[in-house]
């Protein structure tokens, strides 16, 4: 069974700390996706990578790192959490193919305080 | 410019009738897919249905359908004979032709079904 999993459901930080938010997926994926989702606003694009230590932004990468040291794992950093960054976190990961559809991880749901 | 304008912010249906969904997209690439997901209130995105801008026919599975209409770039999904376990947000989403190339998602409708 095809599975993406994110570390945490539910994070709360504070105001300043560095977040690190971690998805891996199962299925050897080229590529893989950090998306934040906010009620009116749908899925934005924060990062997407396609190799192995490949990244490109995506719609809203400010104030967002990531990184991809295996296949397996994509990282998204927060170098400095603020209470902007309160959302919703989706990772998802696909094949390369044009109608592979992507899956998703259960989501992260941040607090900054 | 948005890549995908789904204007309906939320949409009521009376159980056991059908429902449109309004997707449209933006592209000038002439080889993409488009995807719907449901969202139910758990959270997480379920895969529905694919169509490729060169398929001759709109994509069915099962109750499903999409109501491609590529010179109006519309990607409109239908739900037959609703059910309510099919209450949740709706999220049409498209990929260019580009390699590694990102999915696109809309704003999302959120579908409530009536007993």
């Known amino acids: 069974d095809v599975k993406v999993t994110q570390s945490s459901r539910y994070l709360v930080k504070r105001t300043g700390e560095k977040v690190f938010l971690e998805c891996v997926q199962d299925?050897?994926?080229?590529?893989m996706f950090w998306y934040r989702q906010d009620p009116g606003l749908g899925l934005r694009l924060i990062y997407f990578?396609?190799?192995?230590?490949?990244?490109e932004k995506g719609d809203i990468p400010e104030g967002y790192s990531v990184s991809r040291e295996k296949k397996e794992r994509f990282s998204l950093i927060l170098e400095s959490a603020s209470t902007n960054q309160t959302s919703m976190y989706l990772c998802?990961?696909?094949?390369?193919?044009?109608?592979?559809?992507?899956?998703f991880g259960q989501g992260t749901r941040l607090t900054v305080v | 410019a948005q890549k995908i304008t789904q204007t309906q912010p939320g949409m009521f249906v009376q159980e056991k009738e059908a429902v449109t969904l309004d997707c449209t997209y933006d592209?000038?690439?002439?080889?993409?897919?488009l995807f719907w997901y449901k969202q139910p209130s758990s959270g997480e995105m379920i895969f529905l249905i694919y169509?490729?801008?060169?398929?001759?026919q709109n994509a069915t599975e099962g109750r499903y359908s999409l109501n491609f209409q590529k010179a109006r770039k519309s990607a409109n999904l239908v739900i037959s004979a609703s059910q309510l376990g099919d209450s949740a947000m709706y999220f049409c989403?498209?990929?260019?032709?580009?390699?590694?190339?990102?999915?696109?998602f809309g704003t999302g409708t959120s579908l409530t079904v009536i007993p």
């Open positions: 998802a990961s696909r094949t390369g193919g044009m109608n592979t559809e992507a899956f």
């Open positions: 299925m050897d994926h080229e590529n």
């Open positions: 990578s396609y190799d192995v230590k490949m990244k």
């Open positions: 592209t000038s690439d002439p080889s993409y897919g």
């Open positions: 169509q490729g801008s060169y398929d001759q």
């Open positions: 989403a498209m990929r260019e032709g580009r390699i590694g190339n990102q999915f696109y």
